[in-house]
């Protein structure tokens, strides 16, 4: 079994930054791909940025040149810089898993971001 868990969602002024993280853990053999969507109330979920092992990265326009994703072995981080309102939304981490036997999409709780003065 693998468990995502995030953490660094918060209230946060437009303009702002903030820092999530997503710790994967379990029998993890090994990590294709992370990463992070969002839903937003009433809408839904969207893809945010991903990265792949090979370290190519990927955004969505909406977040292009503001957000930027990394990983560190078996944990994925997004860093938000000049937030805007419209980015309120409950933020997911996701992650391709190769485990001893099997391969499958893993998701985590999510963290609630809002921006907001």
């Known amino acids: 079994q693998v468990q995502l868990v995030e953490s660094g969602g918060g209230l946060v002024q437009p303009g702002g930054s903030l820092r999530l993280s997503c710790v994967a853990s379990?029998?993890?053999?090994?990590?294709?791909?992370m990463g992070w969507y969002r839903q937003a109330p009433g809408k839904p979920r969207e893809r945010v940025a991903t990265i792949i092992s090979g370290g190519a990265t990927d955004y969505a326009d909406a977040v292009r040149g503001r957000f930027i994703i990394s990983r560190e072995k078996d944990t994925a981080y997004l860093q938000m810089n000049s937030l805007k309102v419209e980015d309120t939304a409950v933020y997911y981490c996701?992650?391709?898993?190769?485990?001893?036997?099997?391969?499958?999409?893993?998701w985590g709780q999510g963290t609630q971001v809002t921006v907001s003065s």
């Open positions: 379990g029998s993890i053999l090994s990590i294709q791909a």
């Open positions: 996701n992650a391709d898993v190769n485990t001893w036997v099997t391969r499958n999409d893993y």
